[in-house]
């Protein structure tokens, strides 16, 4: 019985500084290279199956600003606006796909189909597409870093996983009193690989039945 095949990646970046190794509700990280992050709290791989409340993130990342190389700084409005123009640079230079986004003052959500470039250099890809245009636009201090160096990736296998995470994201801003997000780049889901007319004996589609 063979496994689904990966049809979408949801990404996560997060801006400099806002989600350590060491992070109250859990990390990507296996290993802590800096003592003074270390001593903040405990490794926890993985996002933690009962969160830490608000006032206990907020008190880690005050301590945390004190050991940083740089200040913490959110993205605001205009943040927001230019990351979505460099998202949609990257989305059209690289012929990416992309059924939902959210931009958060401190990290950002992407749900991207099937790729010829892995969920890394895609992250790679829109983290310097935006790191360009914020700081040609004065958005970041010169040598201030934009981002977290890597980032986070979810593999979807399924039509249902993808339309279960673009609720997910497109409720992440709702979920913080924001306004709901729309951007010209992002397209809607139509179902692919099992959209209408759709091959049913296709590489995904037989190898779903095969599961």
Partial sequence: MGRPIVIAHHLI???????????PRGSSSRTVGVDVIA?????????RRV???SAE?????????????????EFNTRAIHEIAAGFAEAVSRY??????????????HLI???????????????????RLRLSASG??????????????KVFLDHPDDIRRTIRYVRDNPLKRRRPAQEWAFVTEYNGWPLHAGHNPNSPYARRLREC
């Fill in 139 to 152: 958005l970041r201090p010169s040598g201030h870093p934009v981002w977290a160096r890597s980032g986070w």
């Fill in 95 to 108: 012929r990416y796909t992309c059924y939902a986004c959210a931009i958060m003052p401190d990290h950002v």
């Fill in 13 to 23: 970046l997060t801006a400099y500084g806002w989600w350590l190794p060491t992070d």
């Fill in 51 to 53: 969160q830490p409340p």
């Fill in 57 to 73: 993130i907020r008190e880690f990342y005050t301590r945390a600003e004190d050991v940083l190389s740089f200040p913490l700084v």
């Fill in 39 to 47: 001593e903040l709290g405990e490794l926890h791989r993985g996002r």
């Fill in 112 to 130: 991207i189909r099937k790729h010829r470039d892995k969920a890394e250099q895609m992250i790679e890809n829109f983290q310097e597409s935006c």
